[in-house]
């Protein structure tokens, strides 16, 4: 670890610190096909999450956490009248509260008051609000969880197995990594009986309910039982990890769904994820936001496991390297608009995961100025275009890491020059690096102006924390 620290530090590029190509006896992607090779599955989503609120009130420690009817109207109008005509469709629930089901799927989320004895908001009554108003619903569950307040009822698809006898068992369960642990949630051991046909059950369950994207979270402590350096939960060992990624992969293209992988350790490279995923998280959580998390913490320093990264911008260069057009999308978390120190950083945290290709998810409910960084169309038309840059080269701490680059679809070029520095600086791109030449005319997405022609290079004098997003088409 220490010689990994030190690369780093060195400006090395020999970051692929999960390049364990010894993790697997057989590559465990023979057979499989992307999810993101599948028709309509090739764009990472705009969405509005309840993170933000829910993350409030975990810190507040006001158990327990709700969301509730009122909270959901509110949220929708806010959603339907601020955010949807710019293409952000879909209002996607998050941890920290109540997911219960009676058979072993969730079908209730919330409680509706601040007392564990209060009923739940049942699933289909959240669907028909959002139907109401041409939204969408997403969740955040995985089929590697059991909900169930009936151990008997049986899944389906079986002969009489229960979804009870899916869990741990201390009995035939010997080679779990690190038995005295406990369960941090009711596991679904992928080698027992029935778990299949559990895995395609959960897919659906929510296809049926109309929900096409589903984020799957907490996948480190599934695997190893590992988050940073601390030893979490039992751990159920990388080839139940496989092959319930596997079936994700199976169930998932059959029906329909679109699924974002958060906390994989990403091992051997993301091999597995890649096919398994059509996004995945790669960064530690945003928490509170703010610039530190974005860009500072523990910058450039990369690990083998969850989190491989603890800020976005080197989760997104980093990772660069997997992602592109048909292939696997990044997701550096939710953007807490309101926790940046100004108007250059909100733009930079905006631009960046448009520029790697990544989702733009909203959290909290910002309004007026706060909310004009979300209304950017000419910089959302990167996502209804499934654009995906990369960056200059896999650097975390010189100028070529922070300018990014990619093609659109009608043949135009985006560049994104960033400054993650304290001061201001000059970024410049020779455009024959890139395979340009000749005259370019180049418009500004954020200032909506056209700064005339180009030949052989950019440069410009970017703020402290802040961005240039240009946009060049052939003269």
């Known amino acids: 670890m220490a010689f990994l620290l030190l690369t780093a530090s060195c400006n090395s590029n020999t970051w692929d610190v999960t390049n364990d190509l010894s993790i697997d006896a057989t590559d465990p992607t023979i057979g499989l096909t992307p999810l993101a090779q599948q028709p309509g599955m090739d764009k ?4 509005w999450s309840l993170y933000g609120a829910l993350r409030q009130q975990e810190k507040e420690g006001s158990f327990p956490n709700i969301f509730t009817e009122d909270d959901w109207d509110k949220a929708i109008d806010y959603v339907a009248t601020n955010l949807k005509p710019y293409g952000y469709d879909m209002l996607v629930t998050d941890g920290f509260a109540s997911m219960s089901g009676d058979d072993g799927y969730m079908t209730r989320y919330s409680r509706t008051q601040k007392d564990e004895n209060s009923p739940e908001v049942p699933l289909t009554t959240i669907v028909a609000k959002l139907k109401a108003k041409g939204l969408k619903l997403g969740v955040y569950d995985s089929p590697f969880w059991l909900h169930y307040t009936n151990p008997n009822a ?4 079986t002969d009489g197995i229960t979804v009870a006898s899916l ?3 201390p009995k035939k369960d010997t080679d779990v990594l690190h038995p005295n642990k406990n369960d941090q949630f009711g596991w679904v051991l992928t080698d027992h009986p029935g778990a299949e046909q559990y895995f395609e059950g959960f897919f659906k ?6 929900v096409k994207f589903i984020r799957m979270d907490f996948l480190s402590w599934y695997e190893d039982g590992m988050n940073y350096t601390d030893q979490i939960d039992r751990g159920y ?12 992969n199976k169930y998932a293209q059959k029906y329909g769904i679109y699924v974002s992988l958060v906390m994989p350790h990403l091992k051997n490279n993301a091999l597995l994820e890649q096919y398994a995923g059509n996004m995945v998280r790669i960064d530690a959580d945003v928490l509170e936001g703010s610039w530190y998390r974005f860009s500072e913490n523990n910058r450039g320093s990369l690990r083998g496991g969850w989190p491989n990264s603890e800020n976005a911008f080197d989760g997104f ?26 108007d250059d950083e909100k733009m930079s945290a905006v631009s960046l995961p448009l520029m790697a290709g990544g989702p733009i998810s909203v ?13 950017n169309e000419e910089l959302i038309a990167l996502q209804k275009d499934g654009f995906v840059g990369q960056p200059l080269e896999r650097n975390f701490w010189n100028a070529n890491g922070e300018i990014w680059y990619g093609q659109m679809s009608d043949g135009s070029w985006i560049i994104g020059l960033f400054n993650r520095e304290q001061t201001p600086a000059t970024r410049s791109l020779e455009l024959q690096k890139i395979g340009l030449n ?26 402290a924390h802040g961005c240039k997003i240009i946009k060049l088409t052939k003269k």
């Open 363 to 375: 959290t909290d409910m910002p309004t007026g100025n706060n909310l004009k960084f979300f209304q």
């Open 438 to 463: 000749g005259n370019w005319n180049t418009r500004d997405l954020w200032k909506h102006a056209d700064e005339g022609v180009i030949n052989g290079k950019v440069e410009v004098i970017v703020p």
């Open 154 to 157: 049986i899944i389906p698809g």
């Open 317 to 342: 260069i980093n990772w660069s390297k997997i992602s592109g057009r048909k292939k696997v999308r990044l997701d550096g978390d939710f953007i807490r608009i309101e926790s940046f120190a100004n």
């Open 237 to 248: 060992g990388r080839e139940r990890y496989v092959k319930g990624l596997q079936w994700i």
């Open 167 to 169: 869990r741990y068992d």
């Open 44 to 47: 990472a989503p705009l969405y």
């Open 205 to 210: 369950h929510y296809s049926d309910l109309g």
